[in-house]
Structures are given as C-alpha cells and as structure tokens.
C-alpha cells in the first residue's frame, strides 16, 4: 500500500469515514495500492506507467473515455428514501433507486475494489465557504483523479490533516452491474444517494458523470439555504468604475465556456454556480469545454490553457505527431478538455463576485428562426427559463448523432432533482430584487434550419454581448423592433454586426418557409408551456 501523504491506512479511514457513517466505505476490502492526495505530477506519471494516456506536444495529458463518450441520461437515478420522496421531482430525469439495492450495490463495488489500486482525493465543491461540500472522491484510474484534481476545489496542504468530507465519491469504470440483480437498466450508472451523501459510478469511463453528480447534490442540497444554483457560466467586468457580473445559461454546447472566457473580462467559472445573499460563487475550481474545432485563433484562452496538467478527452493526434487534431472526431463530436481555473490568465480567484447585471440565455436554435439577440421582460425572462429550448449537440449525450431540438427546464433539467418551478421562482426574485437585465442570445443557425442555413458566426455573438455589457443596446441607444410572431424585442441595429443579421426573416431566402418554421416553433414552445 503506498499513500503519499504521511497518514496510516487506518487514519485515513477515520478521516475519510467517521463512524457514524452508515456505509463505511473500505471496511470490507483493504486495497492493494492507496494512493492519497498524488499531486498533478505524481498522477500524469501513473496514467503513463499504466497505459491511460499519452502526453500531447504542449504537455497536456490524452485520455479516452471508453465506449461512453458522454453523459448517459436514463442510467442516472437518485436513491428514493424518507427524506427525498416527497421532495425530488420524480420522473423521466430523476429516475428512483431503492435503498436495498443501493446498499447492496455499494458493498459489491467495495468488494471489487479488494487487489485493485485506489486513489483517494479530497477537494471542495462551491467558492463560497458558507456553501460548499467537502468532498471524498475515489477513483480507481490516475486521470479521473487528475480530473477530479483539476474540476474541483482544492485543499490546502495544511488543512488535510483536520478535513472532514461531508461527501464520498466513488467511481469505477471498470465495476460493471448486473441489472437483473442491482436494479439497474445497464451495466453502467451513476447513483446519487442524498440522505447517505454518496454518489456511486460505474461501468463507464467518462469523467463528466462525477462533476454532474456533484452539482446534482448541491442542486439538491442549496435551496434549502436560500441559495439558486444555475448551470451558467459567470464572468466579471467594469462599467461605469462599477463591477459588472453576467451570467450566461445554457446546455452543453450552447457556447457557455467559450462566450464567458473574454479576455477583457475575468473569468468567474464556465458551468455550475450559486447565487447567495451575497452574490454569485462558482461550484467548481476548474474548467470543462468543448474541444471541437478548437483554435488559437478562435478561441485563445481555452487553446492556451491545455497545457501540463490539462486533460484532453476522447481526441485524436495528427498521424505521426503528438499534435492533437481538434477537428478529428472519429470517436466522438463531444471531445473535452478539462484545466484548473488558474489556466485561464485571466481567472478570478476566489471564484466570487457581487449580484448579477446581466444574464444571458444562450440557445443552439437548430431552426435558423430565433434572432441572433433579444430584450427579455421579466415575464419573458422566466418563460425562457423554464423552457430552456436549445438543441442537443452530437455527441454531447450517447445515442445523439445530430442536433435535435429539446427542451430542459432551466437550462439543466437532467441535473435538477427539485421541481423546475422552485428554482424558477428563486430567479425571478433574485432578478427583480438587483434588478438584473436579461437576454436571448442564438447561436445555433441563420439563413435556415440545421443543414440549409449556417451556423451564426462567434464574432458576431461576441460582438452583441460586448454591446449588451456596455449599454450600447439600451433603449436609449437604439431602436428596437417586435418580432411578429414571438413577440421578441429585437435591436435593429449594432456595432460590428450586419444589420439584416439582427432580423432572422431577413437571412432566410425563402420569408414564407422562415414564417412557416417560426410558426411551428411558436406552436412547440405553448404546448411546452402548457405541461408547466
């Protein structure tokens, strides 16, 4: 057994496990290995030595998730106990697990672990220390843990010895469950049991299955301290000498990351925050974006920040090179990368900042039909919301090879145990108490729908957010026209964007296919409503 810190196997399960725990975790099986808090070094060495990756040219470490590439939505469930029944929203998204099988499940994955090597890290979760999760994580391969290093919070040396994890992470891909005896739908699962504070994972390799489990938790667990949590990224600027945070909503692919890293602006997070009583925290302490695509030139600080320490997931190398080719998808459309927050020059840290000024609700329309920006009233603002209309990006889920449209209630229903409702409700007042200005921002498709249009250009949206952050688009400043069959308001005019852009009948060739398609849009977004 090998732990790098100075702690005995034995210390360290009183630490990681104290006894009043109910499922004490390494009770039943002592691993071959430990490996406790490895440092980024120490754990790129191991995947090497053990074949789970290999170093690209810029020093960042390339890992493959195995057959799942993604997230895999109805393998995800929530244990259904006294104390969730009659709060989690039960249904399609929080799909229930009996306690029995849980507990069963959890002693065959400890079981599992006997002869194997563990790492074991402790790390946090929320930048605020008023809300936040201590967290045991577990993994039984060096890059989940590098991972796991790089995503979330982490400790200072000088506090391990007196941390005390109020949560207990456990991912192993290679554990595969037998669904006729565990309950599951699949050998795969990730299982979070909120009243044990134990989140369970197996038979699948990819690493977003542990950071989603985490902010489902503290989805579940802030409201009850008067906290929204958001999938959002957040940034902060200045206007007018005074701070000036935005947040911008959205679904995987939808350009959180890739909108909120502005090298004018500093970097609060890219995903997951809460918003308190006294402003915005990130949940997380590093970054995980798209790599599809990925340019220096497009996108500067992301290309920048994978570097030693960073983990490039599921791409390719130029042949002969260890050059990583960013447009290469032959596994997957949805190839990662994940860097501590510290990458991006620009970071703020500690991850906080003051009340939003700004939100923006960014949407992949797949239909070309939604304008490229609109002016949101608070009314408005909660029916987006709550709508959460995009379109899933291939490969962001398995089974998902094109763009398809979907709705997800706040922008992240997949990762919402509470009713859509109750967090709508918290942003609403949140909204009109620092009165925040809110907006539709399309990035999906112009001049038609997926396959006939074209994707709306990243310079463009920059542009009108920059315009939006500085007050350019107030009504003050320029004109505004309705949209005839949303009701949207749309900006006629703004620098650095065409005109003709701004209105999306204007791009289509055919204006009465765009009143046609806008139409039927319209009709998908009331029968939504309706089922609200």
């Not at 799942?68 to 469930?77: A, E, H, L, N, W």
């Not at 949940?283 to 570097?307: M, V």
């Amino acid at each position: 057994m090998v732990i790098e810190q100075s702690q005995s196997f034995a210390q360290l399960i009183s630490l990681n496990f104290p006894a009043d725990n109910a499922i004490d975790f390494l009770q039943l099986a002592e691993p071959a290995e430990l490996f406790f808090q490895l440092s980024p070094a120490s754990l790129i060495e191991q995947a090497l030595r053990r074949g789970e990756g290999q170093l690209t040219d810029t020093g960042a470490l390339m890992c493959t998730t195995g057959r799942f590439t993604g997230r895999s939505p109805k393998d995800r469930y929530i244990v259904r106990d006294a104390s969730t029944t009659d709060t989690v929203d039960w249904g399609n998204v929080n799909i229930p697990f009996a306690p029995d099988k849980f507990d069963q499940l959890h002693r065959r994955m400890r079981s599992f672990l006997e002869y194997r090597t563990v790492y074991v890290r402790y790390a946090r979760a929320g930048a605020d220390p008023d809300h936040q999760l201590n967290l045991c994580i577990l993994t039984t391969s060096a890059w989940q843990n590098l991972f796991c290093h790089n995503m979330f919070l982490r400790v200072p040396d000088e506090e391990l010895n007196n941390f005390k994890p109020d949560f207990t992470v456990l991912a192993v891909p290679d554990f595969k469950a037998i669904p006729a005896e565990d309950g599951t739908r699949s050998e795969n699962f990730a299982i979070l049991d909120l009243s044990k504070r134990t989140l369970l994972i197996g038979g699948t390799g990819y690493a977003g299955e542990i950071k989603k489990g985490i902010f489902s938790a503290l989805n579940y667990l802030l409201p009850q301290q008067d906290v929204l949590p958001m999938h959002c990224a957040a940034n902060v600027g200045e206007r007018d000498g005074k701070s000036d945070v935005a947040l911008f909503f959205g679904l995987s692919g939808t350009g959180k990351t890739t909108l909120s890293a502005d090298p004018d602006r500093a970097l609060i997070g890219d995903d997951e925050h809460g918003w308190s009583e006294t402003g915005v925290f990130n949940f997380e302490g590093g970054c995980y974006a798209k790599a599809i695509d990925l340019t220096r030139e497009r996108e500067p600080q992301i290309f920048d920040a994978i570097r030693y320490g960073a983990i490039v997931e599921n791409t390719r190398f130029f042949p002969g090179t260890s050059t990583v080719h960013y447009s290469d998808t032959s596994l997957t459309e949805n190839t990662r990368t994940s860097y501590p927050i510290d990458f991006i020059n620009n970071a703020r840290i500690p991850s906080v900042a003051g009340h939003p000024d700004t939100i923006f609700f960014l949407t992949c329309d797949a239909f070309g039909v939604l304008p490229p920006i609109a002016r949101l009233t608070p009314e408005q603002a909660m029916h987006y919301f709550l709508l959460g209309y995009t379109a899933k990006v291939a490969g962001t889920e398995m089974g998902v090879t094109e763009p398809q449209a979907t709705f997800s209630a706040c922008f992240g229903a997949a990762f919402m145990p509470l009713a859509p409702g109750r967090y709508a409700q918290m942003l609403g007042e949140k909204i009109r108490e620092h009165d925040t200005d809110v907006w539709l921002i399309n990035t999906g498709w112009t001049g038609g729908g997926y396959g006939v249009g074209q994707r709306i250009s990243l310079s463009y949206t920059r542009a009108l957010i920059r315009a939006a952050l500085a007050g350019r688009l107030e009504p003050d400043q320029v004109r505004y026209q309705v949209h005839p069959v949303f009701g949207l308001a749309m900006p006629i005019a703004c620098p650095d964007v065409p005109d003709a852009l701004l209105d999306p009948r204007q791009t289509w060739a055919d204006p009465t296919a765009y009143d046609e398609k806008a139409t039927y849009l319209q009709r998908l977004f009331d029968d939504k409503r309706q089922l609200l």
